[in-house]
């Protein structure tokens, strides 16, 4: 429910993911172990609104959008998009709905296939859409070229004939032409400059506008993720720290990992006076989990409590979620 | 600043590139200098002319197919450009040094961080092994690595990114030189590691009295660690200033343009700005000023002559008579 008290169709939900990568040692692979890369991690995404999913290398961001595309099986918890359970639907049951999930990758110069033009690239996607007339084609084709903002010559031409912003272009075509309702875009705009940038996050706001698509946004770059996004989760070592819509986050963030994010970011527009460092240079490099608050090595507030419990999802504020018992609590701002 | 005598000048520098058919312009007449305990920052996107540049100063440029078309770089004033190898050399590492970008295809993989931070210091200093092994162990300590003794018997492979690029910078400070050139150093780091890194070299700069000439494309860590910023375009430098002056004021359409085309949580709502057209190809550049094609100020002599560096008030300077002459508004 939004605040005009309306119903908003709920894209994508999902409740408690969990994915453990299994540890093997020794020369029979025993399981020594396990890599909790996704744990627990519940949000939802509406139509037409951007979900940010925000965190640094090895957090497991992209394995959720793996586990979310069904590239993995998930070793528990729910996955329901458009409010069906799909997440023990078997390939054969998966086929018709892969079309509503599309991804948009980060290496615009890795994610095309050199051997095939642009438009064979394209029209993959909709001859798996159902098209397949050659006219139906290039009329579709023409379509999402231009909807993409590149000339229809450009279907005939090869990716290396391309910039890595025209390139992106391209990607965002392809995902668009099976016509999903939401798409993953995993660091899109990360190996871009920053006038192309500008120029390819215009276009992913445009089509959310005309075509009403959602977007679970992964990046590590807050400026895009302010500027983007509805809501934003926060994710450190699998598990998600905060989630709050995203003036919610930057005005009052509440768990320590957040204000250390928001205070590693040169020039970004927040509210906080202080400055957090880490007791820690970076996540550990010890593959096994441990009990406990996953940022123990690296939080300044941790207690005894936090390395022994297991830290709830707690509701901090309308909408806004925390795990970390103490900050959560009252809601004051430890840092001031 | 210590004192107002430059420690590094670049005058009117061009590097070309030749091939059968075209030359590339990749740096066009580039000027600026860096002065004692100071950070300059040579910002622009790729293409741009900064890497090249910097190399230029390392005597790093390949040639052929560069060539240094014109121009002098004055480190304490000599011309390193007609140095040779061995007078390069004695300066490469030793009084100016460089961390590049990706520190794990920098660090030689088959090598002990021991064996490579050793090399960096015995290449311009004979010292006994344990003397070497002490101050190798010293610079790791400097550089913030922890249990650095164990460290030094570690390959490149076993740290992590943020580990590696210290080290990088534990190898560039071995002969303590007086100007380290960073290219894009925390690119490829993630954003705490980056502050991490940002908040090292600033220490270690006042610690050692060093300048420090930071290469990037990225205008929030400019933001954080410049004093003074280049902003290059197409091989030329467009504007440059103090850091405050430039990111607040900026003069040069260029920079307007980059500076409106940021994203961040104020502009949600607004569209970004985004610069029409695409970087010239640096073997044809349009005529007049390199980026009058994509300017909304530009005027006609702007399409014909070359324009001139006009100043404004403390060194800050740019290439755009139109916006001097005019005083339009910002973006």
Redesign the interface.
């Given at each position: 429910m939004n605040e005009n008290g309306s119903q908003n169709t709920i894209i994508l939900q999902v409740g408690n993911l969990k994915k453990y990568f299994p540890i093997r040692r020794g020369f029979f692979q025993k399981i020594t172990g396990w890599v909790r890369a996704v744990e627990n991690v519940s949000f939802q995404i509406d139509r037409a609104k951007t979900l940010g999913l925000v965190g640094?290398?090895g957090c497991g961001k992209t394995t959720v959008a793996r586990l979310i595309l069904k590239l993995l099986a998930a070793d528990g918890g729910q996955i329901l998009f458009n409010g069906q359970d799909i997440t023990q639907l078997d390939e054969k049951e998966m086929k018709p709905l892969r079309k509503e999930i599309q991804i948009i990758f980060q290496d615009p110069y890795g994610s095309l296939n050199p051997r095939m033009t642009v438009g064979q690239s394209i029209a993959e996607g909709l001859n798996i859409a159902g098209i397949h007339s050659r006219s139906q084609q290039e009329q579709r084709l023409e379509k999402l070229l231009k909807m993409v903002g590149m000339s229809p010559a450009s279907s005939d031409r090869f990716p290396h004939e391309f910039?890595g912003g025209q390139r992106q272009r391209v990607g965002i075509a392809r995902a668009l032409s099976v016509e999903p309702a939401l798409i993953i875009c995993d660091e899109p705009v990360s190996a871009l400059?920053?006038?192309i940038?500008?120029?390819i996050?215009?276009l992913l706001?445009d089509l959310q506008h005309q075509l009403q698509l959602s977007y679970l946004f992964i990046s590590?770059?807050?400026?895009?993720v302010?500027?983007?996004c509805d809501m934003v989760a926060v994710m450190y070592k699998g598990q998600i720290m905060e989630y709050a819509p995203?003036?919610a986050l930057?005005d009052h963030p509440i768990h320590p990992y957040t204000h250390?994010?928001l205070?590693?970011?040169?020039?970004?527009?927040r509210n906080i006076d202080t400055e957090m460092h880490?007791t820690a240079?970076?996540p550990g490099?010890t593959l096994k989990s441990q009990d406990g608050c996953s940022f123990q090595d690296r939080c300044p507030l941790v207690e005894n409590r936090c390395r022994h419990d297991l830290i709830e999802f707690e509701q901090a504020g309308p909408d806004h979620r925390v795990r970390c018992w103490k900050t959560a609590r009252d809601g004051s701002d430890p840092f001031f | 600043m210590v004192d107002n005598k430059a420690l590094l000048s670049v005058k009117e520098l061009k590097v070309y590139f030749r091939s059968e058919h075209e030359v590339a312009r990749a740096v066009d007449g580039v000027s600026f200098k860096v002065g004692r305990e100071e950070t300059v920052c040579l910002v622009g996107e790729s293409g741009c002319g900064k890497t090249v540049t910097a190399l230029s100063v390392m005597g790093l440029v390949p040639i052929p197919p560069g060539e240094i078309a014109g121009g002098r770089i004055l480190f304490e004033d000599q011309n390193l450009l007609v140095f040779n190898d061995n007078e390069m050399q004695a300066i490469r590492g030793n009084q100016i040094a460089m961390v590049f970008q990706e520190p794990l295809t920098s660090l030689n993989p088959v090598f002990t961080i021991g064996d490579q931070i050793g090399e960096a210091i015995q290449v311009h200093q004979t010292a006994p092994q344990n003397e070497v092994i002490h101050r190798s162990e010293q610079l790791l300590k400097d550089v913030g690595i922890a249990d650095p003794a164990q460290r030094l018997k570690d390959y490149p492979h076993q740290l992590s990114g943020g580990q590696r690029q210290r080290v990088m910078i534990a190898m560039a400070l071995a002969c303590d030189p007086e100007l380290i050139i960073a290219d894009e150093p925390t690119t490829a780091l993630d954003v705490t590691v980056q502050a991490q890194i940002l908040r090292l070299l600033e220490s270690i700069q006042k610690k050692r009295s060093m300048s420090v000439l930071y290469i990037t494309h990225d205008l929030g860590v400019v933001s954080k660690v410049a004093d003074r910023i280049c902003v290059m375009y197409a091989g030329i430098i467009a504007e440059q200033g103090k850091k405050d002056a430039v990111l607040k004021t900026p003069k040069h359409p260029y920079t307007q343009a980059l500076l409106a085309s940021l994203p961040n949580r104020e502009k949600r709502g607004q569209r970004l700005y985004s610069i029409p057209g695409t970087v010239p190809n640096p073997a044809y550049k349009p005529d007049g000023c390199p980026f009058h094609p994509r300017c909304r100020h530009a005027i006609q002599t702007c399409r014909e002559q070359y324009p001139l560096m006009c100043e404004y008030e403390d060194g800050h300077r740019a290439r755009c008579p139109v916006i001097f002459n005019g005083n339009k508004e910002k973006l």
């Open positions: 640094e290398s910039s400059d920053v006038s940038q500008a120029q996050i215009n706001k590590h770059d807050l400026n895009v302010g500027y983007l995203t003036d930057f250390l994010l205070s590693a970011i040169p020039d970004v527009d880490a240079d970076e490099r | -």
